[in-house]
């Protein structure tokens, strides 16, 4: 088995981080938005959720153990969430889109902040996420 040289190290430590920061800031906004603001999710900002909730926990872990091998199932999560998110905005901007997916008590046309909408954010949180995780470097074998 060949040795991690430090700088390797050091950098698959400062991108998980990174991308762990972002999984915490969109976790905690997500958060925010539902019980503080009581912006209520539709049924696509719950496949959302789904997606970038473990990834907070699974990043942290991460750099806890300075694990670069959590790279292929958080890179899982993380595009799985940019395309639900993907998915969402199509939904902004052509509503009916996906009416078998959101039927729920909540259209998923709803646009609580028209400026800059939340699955925008969620998307680029997904994508900053992806691209972090993209360039870890795996372990050599």
């Not at 907070?56 to 639900?84: E, V």
């Not at 909408?117 to 795996?138: D, K, M, T």
Request: with cysteine; charged share 10%; glycine share 4%.
């Amino acid at each position: 088995m060949r040795a991690w040289s430090s700088s390797a190290l050091d950098r698959n430590l400062l991108l998980l981080a990174f991308a762990w920061l972002v999984a915490l800031v969109a976790t905690f906004g997500s958060l925010y938005y539902s019980e503080v603001r009581n912006f209520i999710p539709c049924t696509l900002c719950w496949y959302q959720r789904v997606a970038m909730y473990p990834l907070a926990f699974l990043l942290g872990i991460a750099i806890w153990r300075n694990d670069p091998q959590i790279r292929p199932y958080a890179l899982t999560l993380s595009l799985l969430g940019l395309f639900w998110s993907s998915y969402h905005l199509l939904e902004l901007w052509m509503p009916g889109l996906a009416p078998s997916v959101c039927k729920g008590p909540i259209p998923c046309n709803v646009e609580y902040m028209p400026g800059f909408p939340i699955p925008l954010q969620a998307a680029i949180a997904f994508l900053l996420i992806s691209a972090a995780l993209f360039l870890v470097r795996p372990a050599q074998r």
